[in-house]
C-alpha cells in the first residue's frame, strides 16, 4: 500500500540558510500535518491543510511557512536557519480529519550547522 | 485540550502480556482515544483507537474504563520489535493529535 513520502530524507544547512520540505500524502487524503520532533522530545504539531487551505496551526514559528499543492502535496519551507531548527519533520496524512488516525511518514532528519 | 498521564517507561518480558496504563481525567465526551508507538528514528505509528468500548484489531486491545478518565492499551505477547515509545492522545475535536511525553516499553529477550 501507499504510504506518505517525504522528501529529502536527510538535510543538511548552514545557519541563515533555507530549506524546503517535501511531503507526498497517501492518494486521496485530503489533509496533510506538519510536526516537528527536536532531540529526545517528543513531536509537536506545527500546522495543517484541509483540501489545500490552512485548517490549523500550532507552534510554528514565523520564519516557516507552508502550503499545499493542487495535486495535494505539501511542502515546508523555512527561513533563516537557526541551530535550535536541527530535528526531525513528520509529515501526516489523514482522509477527512483524523477521527481514523493519521499515517505517518519516515520523516526528514533537519541538521543546521 | 485533555491531558495524559503515562509512565515515562515500562519493562516487559519477550512474549508476556505488557498493560501500558493511561489517566486522561480532563477527556470530554466526545474526545476518542488514540494510541501511536514511534520506533527509534521512525515516524509515529497507529496502534489503536476508540471511544467508549474495548476495541481490538491485530496489533494490540484497548481497554477503556467506564467513566473514561484512563484506559490501557494491551499487547498480548510482546516481542522486540514492539520496543517503542508508546503515546496516548486523546483526539480533540477530530482534528488533530498534540502529542504528550509516552511511555518508552523496553522489551527484554
Known amino acids: 500500500a501507499a504510504g506518505v513520502i517525504q522528501s529529502p530524507r536527510h538535510l543538511i544547512k548552514e545557519k541563515r540558510e533555507t530549506a524546503t520540505l517535501k511531503c507526498y500524502p497517501i492518494?486521496?487524503?485530503?489533509?496533510v500535518y506538519w510536526y516537528q520532533q527536536g532531540p529526545g522530545q517528543d513531536p509537536q504539531f506545527l500546522i495543517s491543510?484541509?483540501?489545500?487551505?490552512?485548517?490549523d496551526k500550532g507552534s510554528i514559528p514565523d520564519r516557516f511557512s507552508a502550503q499545499q499543492f493542487s495535486d495535494y502535496h505539501s511542502e515546508l519551507n523555512m527561513s533563516s536557519l537557526e541551530l535550535g531548527d536541527s530535528a526531525l519533520y513528520f509529515c501526516?496524512?489523514?482522509?477527512?480529519?483524523?477521527?481514523?488516525?493519521?499515517?505517518f511518514g519516515s520523516g526528514t532528519r533537519l541538521t543546521v550547522v | 485540550d485533555a491531558k495524559t498521564t503515562q509512565p515515562n517507561s515500562m519493562e516487559s518480558n519477550e512474549e508476556e502480556p505488557v498493560h501500558l496504563p493511561c489517566n486522561h481525567s480532563?477527556?470530554?465526551?466526545?474526545?476518542?482515544i488514540h494510541w501511536y508507538r514511534q520506533l527509534p528514528s521512525q515516524g509515529p505509528e497507529y496502534v489503536i483507537h476508540?471511544?467508549?468500548s474495548n476495541v481490538n484489531n491485530r496489533m494490540a486491545s484497548l481497554a477503556i474504563a467506564e467513566d473514561r478518565k484512563s484506559s490501557t492499551l494491551i499487547l498480548h505477547r510482546a516481542t522486540l520489535r514492539d520496543a517503542a515509545v508508546y503515546y496516548c492522545i486523546p483526539l480533540y475535536n477530530f482534528n488533530k493529535f498534540y502529542f504528550g511525553s509516552g511511555t518508552k516499553l523496553n522489551v527484554k529477550p
Open positions: 480532563t477527556i470530554s465526551g466526545t474526545d476518542y
Open positions: 491543510f484541509y483540501e489545500k487551505m490552512q485548517s
Open positions: 501526516a496524512s489523514s482522509l477527512a480529519g483524523a477521527l481514523y488516525g493519521y499515517t
Open positions: 492518494p486521496r487524503h485530503d489533509t
Open positions: 476508540g471511544l467508549t
